[in-house]
């Protein structure tokens, strides 16, 4: 058996141990989430035990994700300083705590102080684990197998959680603030388990803590992936890729709102959404993107079929038969808007981000990527309780251009990575030739050291 106090290599640990620790952080990283994120699954049974409008559920939303935002970058920072036990555990277990104060449904003002608090919980202290603690427990070789499981693993957790919910929400319907309340209260034992699991279980690693100066933070890194142009290409599309991503959220309240589905199947759409179509929308984008060498192109392509099925659900007549084809729709808006999403930061991997600043690169990539969430949420909230289901049709419009400009964003990273390309082989025939004496060396020098500067952020 391992002595826990001692540190170990992934080789030491047994087969048995890994993949419990695979399983840990993976349903982790799904369920430490889904207190804050609540109302993208039971929207009205949440707004009304909460006694709140449309635009204080948003608002609570952006007080997270404001905090969330100052937090990105210095948590991986500090995921390179703290061992993952230790984040692990306090994370989960800080979560826990606020999660059972939610649960007694407060005020609006103590529920934004919860939230604040999630926001540094969730995000400072858990963030960086997940992806780090299964390199850790990984061989080399094994690396791309246990994040594929870790996926799949997420996607199960969520998906199960989702089926309790709404079990739950359709069981206690008639006392729905006893429903929120005994929901948020499972979630919180669940998360004080996985904490407490986690202090027991997870081991100090060989090599986890950045003891040098080279590991630590670095100004240049960030100058240099500032300057980048793939970044900010890739930034801009992660923008929109994740505000229609989490847009497509308002569907469940439309569903109900508009269409007229009861509580229990606006629920169960929103629970197969979210959840279930993410055990196949990650590897499915991720073969799509492996096959045609570039994930713009599927990126392009999802955020036109996006756009495209969001006008639709637009037009949808008020009936029954309505109702079935919009849960249609909704779930394949999930099925793509989960694809996508999952495969954004590869855009980074295309563009040739160098491995020296990709480090950097991914935490300005969630920076600017998860930005929606500060003002999104809010601003459609406001919207429905000023127009009611007049709203619906301008949200979806929103949605639908974000889409729009989500696909330019990856045609435009799809057209500078063959600029980039295309000079960069002419400047090595340039230099051949100017090898073999056909023309001047000093003019084939400075034509390839001046195409070098441009392409250099991107080179690999």
Known sequence: MINLREEVRANDLTKGHRIFLLILVSMGSSIIYAPAYLKNVIYDPLMEALNASNEQIGSLITAYAITATICYLPSGIIADKIRMRTLAWVGFSSTAVLTFMYGLLPSMVMLHLIFVGMGVTTILIWWGIRFKLVRLISEE?????????????????GLIMGVV????????????????????????GIILVLGVLSFLFIPKFEGEIANTKENGFSLSELR???????????????????FYYTGVSYT????????????????????????????LS????????????????????????????IVVLTFLPSNQAATIIAALIIVLLGFIANG????????????????????TATGLLSVVGFLPDTFSSKWFGAMIDEKGNDAYPQIFGILAGVAVLAMVCAIALILYVRRTNARTADAVIEAEIAAQGTIPPAAAEAALAETAVEVEPTRG
């Open 141 to 157: 070789e094994d690396y791309s197998r246990n994040i594929g499981l870790s996926y799949g693993v997420y996607g199960a957790a």
């Open 165 to 188: 919910q709404l079990a739950i929400i359709s069981w206690m319907a008639t006392n729905m603030d006893m429903a929120v309340r005994s929901l948020i209260w499972i979630l919180a």
């Open 252 to 279: 469940t309240p439309y569903l109900t709102s508009v269409l007229g589905a009861s509580v229990g199947i606006a629920t169960f759409v929103s629970v197969i959404r979210t959840y279930g179509v993410t055990l």
């Open 224 to 242: 240099d992936a500032l300057k980048s142009p793939v970044v900010w290409i890739a930034a801009a599309t992660m923008f929109c890729v994740y």
């Open 340 to 359: 996508v999403f999952g495969i954004v930061s590869s855009q980074l991997t295309e563009g040739k981000v160098p491995l020296t600043i990709f480090g």
């Open 282 to 309: 990650g590897p499915a984008f991720g073969f799509m993107a492996k096959a045609v060498n570039s994930p713009s192109k599927i990126i392009a392509a999802g955020s036109l079929v996006t756009a495209i099925s």
